[in-house]
């Protein structure tokens, strides 16, 4: 294929990734958005393995093979609610893409026409020193992330004295460094920079808690999109480097419209909790507060009854896998002439999203689905809030406690609904460690159940009606 045909199809598949990027910023869109990402992964592929300087293909159609093998595998064992943690470990792979990827640069740069061993030119040793410093903190960074929405490492944050200084000694160090191997090429300064910039990445992502997580996963996918960028420019591939800035952007720009939706200063977050609280009040339920219980039948005949229904899912749900029982649930409601909507924090579940796709999995029409700023004022009009899961996006002290974790970040405003239905298995606290204070209020009804099952008994009940 000749260098102006294979730039040509590298712009095709890069207006493809961006039209991939359009669909998928809706629910409506999103089946036609990843078919456009699917076609301009296919004509990328297609035009790499036309390239003049492929030397095998069975390797590389081994490697495919292993790859798409191991992702099928995956793809069909994968839980939904494990999604974050599987989005964290494919950020742990794209880093590690990115390190060997410099590491064989440098090794072979002939082969990548950036020169000869010990004479590579400065541009090439930048780009290659740019992409393994974000390569290996995205490796590490997402391992570390992966580990706590796992329950491998604790949800809190980890901190110590000094932290802050040493991840700035850290990377005023890391920049000596690179300058350093810019100049000398020497193979133990590349080494030395890979192993400090891991360090870093743990020590970024550790004062970090649970409450957080899904602007990390943002943060994380913005990096490893930075990363592949950085590989583009080693490899010399527009398409690669292209796609790396449009994952980097776009995630960069999703974290930070997160932040401000979660009260959240960006660069606490993107420089590893700089200036957040060590502080704040944590779980704990006061043994004095009491609850009021309700069943499944208490449950049918208050939404029976009901003229509206707010339902607000969150990680809840999922782990029950409840959405379709839920959405049976709420057609039996509407048969019934009850307005139901469904209210969506931005970070309801553990990775933005997440609830949008479990609501699309069990086919809840689009314009049911409401974000946070067009719905929260319909609290106060409604009649009945179903809350199934979402226990941080609806704790009042977030207004009102400034010494809480989670102080300053919006939440559905579910307490002024005249009747709060909560599902719940126990008044455990929710991933940032938070007693709900909203479980104690006169106009709640705890409903103790797995989430699937309650919603079954309520269909049931509201069926014998």
């Given at each position: 294929m000749s260098e102006n045909l294979s730039a040509f199809a590298y712009l095709l598949a890069s207006i493809c990734f961006i039209m991939s990027l359009r669909g998928l910023s809706s629910p409506v869109t999103a089946r036609r958005g990843n078919l456009f990402g699917m076609i301009?992964?296919?004509?990328?592929?297609?035009?790499?393995?036309?390239?003049?300087?492929?030397?095998?293909?069975?390797?590389?159609?081994?490697g495919m093979l292993i790859g798409a093998g191991i992702g099928t595998f995956i793809a069909m064992k994968i839980k939904m609610t494990a999604l974050p943690e599987l989005v964290a470990?494919?950020?742990?792979?794209?880093?590690?893409?990115?390190?060997?990827?410099?590491?064989?640069?440098?090794?072979?740069?002939?082969?990548?026409?950036?020169?000869?061993?010990?004479?590579?030119?400065?541009g090439s040793l930048v780009e290659m020193s740019i992409g393994t410093v974000i390569g290996a903190i995205t490796f590490t960074g997402s391992i570390v992330a992966f580990g706590k929405l796992q329950g491998f490492?604790?949800?809190?944050?980890?901190?110590?004295?000094?932290?802050?200084?040493?991840?700035?000694?850290?990377?005023?160090?890391?920049?000596?460094?690179?300058?350093?191997?810019?100049?000398?090429?020497?193979?133990?300064?590349?080494?030395?920079?890979?192993?400090?910039?891991?360090?870093?990445?743990?020590?970024?992502?550790?004062?970090?808690?649970?409450?957080?997580?899904?602007?990390?996963?943002?943060?994380?996918?913005?990096?490893?999109?930075?990363?592949?960028?950085?590989?583009?420019?080693?490899?010399?591939?527009?398409?690669?480097?292209?796609?790396?800035?449009?994952?980097?952007?776009?995630?960069?720009?999703?974290?930070?419209?997160?932040?401000?939706?979660?009260?959240?200063?960006?660069?606490?977050?993107?420089?590893g909790g700089f200036g957040a609280e060590s502080g704040g009040s944590a779980a704990g339920a006061d043994g004095d507060k009491t609850v009021r219980r309700g069943s499944a039948d208490d449950a049918a005949f208050i939404m029976k009854n009901a003229g509206s229904v707010?339902?607000?899912?969150?990680?809840?749900?999922?782990?029950?896998?409840?959405?379709?029982?839920?959405?049976?649930?709420?057609?039996?409601?509407?048969?019934?002439?009850?307005?139901?909507t469904y209210a969506i924090h931005p970070v309801a579940g553990r990775m933005p999203g997440h609830m949008n796709v479990l609501l699309a999995e069990a086919n809840v029409p689009y314009d049911d689905v409401l974000e946070l700023e067009q719905v929260n004022r319909d609290f106060s009009s409604t009649d009945v809030a179903f809350v199934i899961g979402a226990n941080d996006v609806t704790n009042p002290v977030a207004?009102?406690?400034?010494?809480?974790?989670?102080?300053?970040?919006?939440?559905?405003?579910?307490?002024?609904?005249?009747?709060?239905?909560?599902?719940?298995?126990?008044?455990?606290?929710?991933?940032?460690?938070?007693?709900n204070v909203l479980f104690?209020?006169?106009?709640?009804?705890?409903?103790?159940?797995?989430?699937?099952?309650?919603c079954e008994d309520i269909v049931n009940a509201l069926q014998a009606m």
């Open positions: 301009g992964m296919v004509i990328a592929i297609v035009t790499t393995l036309a390239a003049p300087g492929v030397l095998s293909y069975w390797i590389i159609l081994l470990a494919f950020h742990s792979l794209v880093g590690l893409a990115a390190v060997f990827v410099a590491a064989a640069a440098f090794y072979e740069p002939a082969a990548y026409g950036i020169g000869t061993a010990g004479h590579i030119t400065l490492l604790g949800g809190s944050p980890v901190t110590f004295t000094g932290q802050h200084a040493l991840n700035a000694l850290l990377a005023l160090v890391l920049l000596g460094l690179v300058y350093w191997f810019c100049s000398s090429e020497s193979v133990t300064l590349f080494w030395v920079i890979v192993l400090l910039s891991c360090v870093m990445g743990v020590l970024i992502i550790i004062p970090i808690g649970g409450a957080d997580m899904p602007v990390v996963i943002s943060m994380l996918n913005s990096y490893s999109g930075w990363a592949a960028c950085g590989i583009g420019f080693t490899l010399s591939n527009p398409a690669l480097i292209i796609t790396g800035a449009l994952v980097g952007s776009s995630g960069a720009i999703l974290s930070y419209v997160m932040c401000k939706g979660m009260n959240r200063s960006f660069f606490n977050v993107i420089l707010i339902i607000v899912p969150g990680y809840g749900m999922a782990v029950a896998q409840a959405q379709h029982a839920l959405r049976e649930m709420c057609d039996l409601l509407k048969a019934e002439g009850i307005k139901v207004k009102t406690d400034p010494e809480s974790p989670i102080y300053g970040m919006p939440i559905l405003d579910v307490e002024n609904a005249g009747t709060v239905l909560f599902v719940k298995r126990s008044l455990s606290p929710g991933y940032a460690g938070v007693d104690y209020r006169d106009n709640t009804m705890m409903l103790f159940d797995d989430a699937k099952k309650m």
